[in-house]
């Protein structure tokens, strides 16, 4: 069975700073993956993704991604952390050989420091 | 406009009250997926569907039962609701391809 795992429910940075966000996944064949971000009280937004196209997957407001497939990893990073950055972060992972299911990590609230 | 629309979109409602959170997509998306989102758990899977008529559960199913009579509709139905069904719920729906994942705008749910 496909697995997301965020390492860390909060994260906390100092606006500037480099924003590192981890997600691992779990996967019988080569998986789709997504960030998506959730503001408070609203719903679910689309970061990035990666469908087996290039491995450094450039999303919205400054965000990208790396597919590492030997680590079985798909980080999120930003150079430079804002305070509208704040939110939560999470990772899914869509898995062809597991019925096309959508698997979501725990989440990841990312805070900024002024 | 390719959306998914749920409703209700908040729901204050009493123990045992059968209720029914609706889920509506206009991209004739052969998968359907019910996902409650709750404080530091993310976004749990209750039950998935790959085609009309046929389901299948997720992660976290207890209490919880669904339908897929038509493509397009994929109604989550709470039959005796509890307290600790009180939570968050988002619909979503995406074809075989799956580079697009389209979201309903999520119900929230209160049972007292």
């Known amino acids: 069975a496909q697995s997301v795992t965020q390492l860390g429910s909060h994260v906390s940075v100092s606006e500037g700073a480099l924003v590192l966000l981890r997600c691992n996944y779990s996967?019988?064949?080569?998986?789709?993956l997504f960030w998506y971000v959730q503001y408070p009280n609203q719903g679910l937004q689309l970061l990035l993704k990666y469908t087996s196209a290039a491995t450094l997957v450039k999303g919205i407001n400054g965000f990208e991604a790396e597919f590492k497939k030997s680590e079985t990893s798909f980080h999120l990073t930003k150079p430079s952390a804002h305070m509208s950055d704040a939110a939560e972060y999470f990772c899914?992972?869509?898995?062809?050989?597991?019925?096309?299911?959508?698997?979501f990590g725990g989440g990841t609230r990312l805070m900024v420091k002024p | 406009e390719a959306q998914v629309t749920q409703n209700p979109r908040y729901l204050i409602t009493v123990t045992g009250k059968k209720l029914t959170v609706t889920c509506s997509q206009n991209m004739n998306h052969e998968y359907m997926s019910w996902y409650r989102q709750d404080p530091g758990l993310g976004l749990r899977q209750i039950y998935y569907s790959m085609n009309v008529e046929v389901t299948d559960k997720g992660d976290v199913p207890e209490g919880y039962k669904v339908s897929r009579k038509e493509k397009r509709n994929f109604p989550l139905i709470l039959e005796s609701p509890s307290p600790n069904q009180t939570s968050l719920y988002f619909c979503?729906?995406?074809?075989?391809?799956?580079?697009?994942?389209?979201f309903g705008e999520g119900s929230w749910l209160t049972v007292v």
């Open positions: 979503a729906s995406w074809g075989v391809s799956g580079n697009t994942i389209y």
């Open positions: 899914a992972v869509r898995d062809p050989g597991a019925g096309n299911m959508l698997t």
């Open positions: 996967s019988s064949v080569p998986p789709y």
